[in-house]
């Protein structure tokens, strides 16, 4: 039998769609577009960022997770980490693993041991990719596929040292322009059978076996631009979704998916939506 201190350290992640248990935010107190390393901070970095409404969007998002019975862990937000919001670029859960890489950017370097000092703190395992650049936002989970972004975040010799740990997983790299940022602000899986996807800028054989394995749900350059493929599913085809992208939310609902829109305006002017603002510790297997 195990134990109430033994459920509380479990982590399991095999899809991006199963039921969420439990997750990983960061409160944006410090969030701020210092330098800019994205193209959407590259369009807000006069106008700024306003720290009290981008604070009180995040609360409404993380009160509604909570109604949603998704177990919120709230790492503590520190002063020298303006992007640390996004916690799902930090680490990633595969099966049973939590694995934290280092990031990329200058500007971000520091918030995995920021993590790591929380999952000591509470007695989580998890796996130190030393050396490694691989971040979350580049990795997408359906079950024994695991498509990785190829970007100026995630490089190669880290996507074949992951492939080497994880044979019984059929690992695919994905190349993408870095202006993107991230693999999920193009590509996103929603559901055992559908995804969302910003066609016309992966390569030719990637797109097709994408559009192969999933119904494509096509998302415009202007959505892609206001984050339409980064929703963050939470199970049971509901899935959170900002409220200007309404062509992807009109298709989602269409395909019988429950659309849960919440404001989060000042957060995406740094670069990430949902998916990006959630690092998933825990969701039932598919």
């Known amino acids: 039998m195990t134990s109430e201190m033994d459920q509380s350290k479990l982590t399991y992640c095999d899809t991006e769609y199963g039921e969420l ?67 799902r670029d930090i680490g990633f ?30 007695e989580t395992s998890y796996y130190n990719l030393l050396g490694d650049k691989i971040e979350g936002g580049d990795v997408i989970v359906d079950g024994m596929n695991i498509f990785i972004g190829v970007s100026d975040r995630t490089d190669k010799k880290a996507i ?33 059978t559908e995804a969302l996807l910003f066609p016309g800028v992966i390569g030719e054989h990637e797109e097709e076996l994408l559009t192969s394995r999933y119904e494509c749900i096509h998302v415009s350059e202007e959505e892609q631009f206001t984050l339409g493929t980064n929703v963050f599913s939470i199970g049971n085809k509901k899935v959170y979704s900002l409220p200007v992208n309404k062509g992807v939310n ?37």
């Open 21 to 87: 248990k439990k997750v990983v935010l960061c409160e944006p107190r410090h969030i701020a577009i210092r330098d800019v390393i994205n193209e959407t901070q590259k369009k807000y970095k006069k106008e700024g960022i306003n720290i009290d409404l981008a604070i009180k969007q995040h609360q409404l998002f993380s009160e509604s997770l909570f109604a949603q019975g998704v177990e919120v862990i709230h790492v503590p937000p520190l002063e020298n980490y303006p992007e640390q919001v996004f916690t």
């Open 93 to 122: 859960t595969l099966g049973q693993t939590i694995y934290v890489a280092e990031m990329a950017q200058k500007i971000r370097k520091g918030e995995e041991e920021s993590l790591k000092t929380w999952l000591k703190m509470t």
């Open 160 to 192: 074949e040292h992951l492939q080497s740990l994880l044979p019984q997983y059929e690992i695919i790299p994905i190349s993408f322009p870095h202006k993107y940022l991230h693999l999920d602000c193009i590509f996103n899986i929603v559901s055992p």
């Open 250 to 286: 009109g298709q989602l609902r269409e395909r019988g998916f429950e659309v849960i829109e919440i404001e989060i305006s000042e957060i995406i002017k740094s670069g990430g939506s949902f998916r990006c603002c959630t690092m998933p510790l825990l969701r039932e297997k598919a």
